[in-house]
């Protein structure tokens, strides 16, 4: 079974990548930014302490984030992609006691590489579908009308978190915290590095060929 983790910078592609995927094969796609938008959407207790964290590009707590995971991963029986998740070698080390618990592996961890510059380029000029979910970006995929969804006509918005002073700290953090995961799952030969500064399509190729070999053993 395929259960994939896409580990990247915010604004390296991994959440639209991780989306088109995921409907391709039939996995469920677990975005932990989502299930805790969705939580301040919804006003939950989660939701009201998660937004302070998130509005300064600051991290959710470990133990936060391992609860949802548990919780989500026990509803699962099919192929998953995380996207978002791990963040941290201690969300690393719980995903591991947690799978070993469940008696299921990881197949592959992709990780899309992107430079700093790139990434503050791509995330001031993100726009999402309050509606829909849908990503856009103001200068290599614009909607055809200005605030506009293409796809559903929903409001576009900017997320509150990419702003430059936020999208600063948040590199700061991935640098400092996530990025030690990689050694983690390179040592033990599920890392696949994957240029995601590239177009759209040739990533999606690169992580296809990983999935379809993944499928084939
Ligand atoms: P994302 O949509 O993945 O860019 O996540 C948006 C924000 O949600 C992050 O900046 C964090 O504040 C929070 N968040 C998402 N996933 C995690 C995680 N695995 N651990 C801690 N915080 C997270």
Redesign the pocket.
């Known amino acids: 079974m395929i259960r994939l983790i896409f580990l990247g910078a915010?604004g390296s592609g991994k959440?639209t990548q991780a989306k088109r995927l995921a409907q391709k094969f039939d996995l469920d796609h677990i975005?932990?930014?989502d299930i805790?938008r969705d939580a301040i959407k919804a006003q939950t207790q989660l939701g009201k302490m998660a937004r302070t964290?998130?509005d300064a590009?600051?991290?959710?707590p470990d133990n936060v984030?391992l609860g949802m995971i548990k919780e989500e991963l026990t509803k699962r029986c099919k192929g998953f992609i995380f996207d978002?998740?791990?963040?941290t070698m201690a969300?690393a080390e719980g995903l591991d006691k947690i799978l070993k618990e469940l008696g299921i592996q990881i197949s592959s961890v992709v990780n899309l590489e992107i430079a700093d510059s790139l990434i503050v380029k791509r995330l001031e000029a993100r726009r999402l579908c309050r509606n829909c979910g849908q990503e856009y970006n103001l200068e290599t995929k614009p909607p055809k009308v200005e605030g506009v969804c293409d796809l559903c006509g929903g409001e576009l918005y900017k997320r509150p978190?990419d702003t430059p002073e936020v999208i600063v700290n948040?590199l700061s953090v991935y640098h400092q915290k996530t990025r030690p995961i990689e050694e983690f799952y390179r040592s033990r030969g599920l890392l696949v590095q994957i240029d995601g500064s590239r177009g759209f399509d040739e990533v999606s190729d690169s992580i296809e060929a990983v999935v379809e070999k993944n499928d084939s053993v």
């Open positions: 915010p959440g975005s932990t930014g805790l964290f998130m590009g600051e991290l959710v984030v978002g998740f791990p963040r969300q978190d948040r």
